[in-house]
């Protein structure tokens, strides 16, 4: 596999592969780094990760637009220079402000890349060669994160600041590859002579709008993902906060507590791997009620790993609850992402991922500051509490669901749940 090469079966291999290499190598230590060396206490982790929300609730709309209606070669290509511009920045100048910055240059690149990586490969190869694609891309991304994890384990042993200096670096030129690299000969969202205007972005919109009257499931599966924002926020920013001043990492066998997040990651990765395997061989993706009853489960099971990390005083079933909450997360992410885009039509997909994506950026505004104060006014553990028990307000908006008609058609479904999977380098830094 050549980096010369243009062709897009390449590139989205490249891409799938070093992302989700870049990202960990990065994220693994990233809140470690802002709680040790940037000192910021549990309010204000939590207002970093409202900024970025913020920004991707401004910016995604906009941002899908333009991958629709311009550019999707320049929308990823973008995005990866700013991702990578504002982790340098961040591992630069460990100071609060600083960090609130980096965020909203991180968001914006979030943004821009969100969506359109996989409506651009899929108008360059076609959806009959997408799934087999999207499958080897997911294989490549799990393998190359889990690599990922201990590359940045290594790195914050010499200075906590260099993995997110080095992975930023990085992403900077990875955007300039896919700049270089990326072809759109199947690119075809508007007509050319209106490319130099806002007409392609207004059509755009308004076609969206349409889709969402037209299907109603598609609001209702919007607000799930909102909830599943409010609860994500105080888990994101806190689970580390949680395991270095409530459990306790102790220094068995002279493990420090980077490398212990790094273990804690790595056996995440291990188990998400194994899961996703189980869930295509045996989740039937094109039953609606098949796929909203299973992802009701991963939501109820959630809540209550959550609740049992935040309860527990021994560090091994700590670690043991935590796993399971995120093999939920991992496992309800890519079926979520299936189950909207059966009521997507391929012109404004880009844009309505990025309104999903909009979606859980307004639920992580809320419910950052919110679960930061109780943080800060109560205990982290009440927080994590609260974060479990905000999860509860899906299961009514499952129900609903179950009574609504499905989408446009089921024969996406497989391709959506592989590209998803595939996408392991898509911020912002969550639980492992």
Known sequence: MSLRSKDPTVVYLVMHATGPLFFNVLATTNLVYQVEVAHLDPLRLLLVG???????????VPTGLFADAFSRRWAVALGHVLIGSGFILEGSVPKFTAIVIAQVIWGIGATFSDGAEDAWITDEVGEAKAGPLFLRASQFAQVAGLIGIFVGVGLASIRLNLPILVGGALFVGLGVYLFVAMTEAGYRAIPREARGSLTGMIAGARSSLATLRRRPLILTILAITV?????GEGVDRLYQVHFLKDVG???FAGLSSVLWFGLISGGSALIGIATTQVIRRRLNLENHAH???????????????????????????AIGFFWVSG???????PVQRA??????????????FSVDGQADALGQIVGGPMLGIVASGVSIR?????SAALLGLA???FMRALAQAPGRSAGAVQVAVETVTSSAGAPPPAEP
């Open 327 to 333: 093999v939920m997360r991992q496992s309800f992410m």
């Open 382 to 386: 009440a927080a994590l509490v609260s």
């Open 395 to 397: 299961l009514p908006l």
């Open 291 to 317: 796929v909203a009853r299973s992802l009701l489960a991963f939501t109820a099971l959630r809540a209550l790993m959550l609740a049992g990390f935040a309860l527990a005083a021994n560090l091994f079933v």
């Open 339 to 352: 189950w909207l885009n059966r009521s997507l039509d391929s012109a404004n997909r880009a844009t309505l």
């Open 249 to 251: 990492l102790p220094s």
């Open 50 to 60: 409202s900024v970025l929300e913020l920004t991707c609730l401004v910016f995604q």
């Open 227 to 231: 909830v599943w924002g409010l609860s």
